[in-house]
């Protein structure tokens, strides 16, 4: 590491880690403050913590993902199995260790993992449901957007699209999150709607000046660990090592209310379409049975 690099390290803040937490404390003290903490014990029960390749392996059912290659935000796809994209994996982190030219087999990211495969449900079980409102609880799975990838994947400094709080649960491996408040948005010098062209990890302050006022928070994620984001944080990911992680995007009333109102922001009608379906759950009562049909092409959507 260059000294350089390690200046750069030295500015970032790092973020508070409890160990288990109960429902009161994490709302009282994150979710209604907006601030965002990991979280370590409450997944240590897991199967999903021991996956390996002939795991995925020996599941395999043919049905085909898809894998985004190049710039995560650019959104560019192919399609295979879960067990040829492992292999590719596989194969490019012995040639990494080998160092040998290797070229990345892509990123399996932001997939609805659990729903298109259930079989691998049980391996996730005990599920720490009391982290998310009652209107989720008994469906959360349907929720959960999914990441597989190597070494060195990334991706860019954005914000989840409907302004979501975001609980991030790392299976395996070991990633590294930059996290910056969502009030420092204008100044991270966003295009569209989500993504970033400051890069916090090798910040260029002649082309982006106003980043200079920003506070940034850094968090290290190893196998177990459970990241929460408020919603709005922007985050850029690193993956350290081969990995295997999922998150789930939720709302609150407040949140799902100021998502609506982002129509006058100049977000995508899409997110106030998605936004709306899930106030009318939290805020009036409509069953999770009759929003997720429609909210379920969000999950294609988001990424």
């Not at 944080?233 to 090592?241: D, N, P, T």
Request: aromatic share 14%; proline share 5%.
């Amino acid at each position: 590491m260059n000294l350089l690099t390690q200046e750069k390290l030295k500015s970032f803040e790092h973020i508070t880690i409890e160990n288990k937490i109960d429902r009161k404390t994490f709302y009282t003290e994150y979710v209604k403050k907006n601030k965002p903490v990991v979280i370590r014990g409450m997944t240590s029960d897991w199967k999903a913590l021991e996956w390996d390749t002939e795991y995925f392996r020996s599941k395999e059912t043919g049905k085909k993902v898809s894998i985004k290659v190049g710039n995560v935000s650019e959104g560019k796809r192919e399609q295979m199995t879960l067990s040829t994209y492992v292999e590719l994996l596989e194969e490019y982190e012995q040639n990494l260790k080998l160092g040998l030219e290797a070229e990345k087999p892509g990123y399996l990211h932001d997939i609805p993992f659990f729903y298109m495969f259930p079989e691998y449900l049980a391996d996730i079980n005990p599920f720490p449901r009391d982290l998310l409102p009652k209107w989720y609880r008994n469906k959360w799975q349907n929720y959960i957007q999914f990441f597989m990838g190597s070494t060195g994947s990334l991706t860019p400094l954005h914000f989840d699209t409907l302004l979501t709080n975001n609980l991030f649960f790392q299976v395996a491996g070991r990633k590294k999150f930059i996290l910056i408040e969502a009030k420092d948005k204008k100044n991270c010098y966003i295009r569209g709607w989500r993504w970033a062209n400051f890069d916090p990890q090798n910040p260029d302050y002649e082309k982006f000046p106003e980043a200079k006022h920003i506070k940034i928070t850094e968090a290290l994620l190893e196998a177990g660990d459970i990241l929460y984001m408020p919603g709005g944080m922007l985050h850029q990911v690193h993956g350290l090592s081969q990995s295997i992680s999922f998150n789930i995007d939720w709302h609150t009333p407040k949140s799902a209310a100021k998502g609506v109102g982002t129509l006058w922001k100049g977000a995508p009608l899409k997110n106030v379409y998605y936004n709306a379906l899930i106030y009318a759950g939290l805020r009036l009562g409509v069953p999770e049975k009759v929003i997720f049909p429609l909210y379920k092409s969000y999950l294609n959507y988001v990424s």
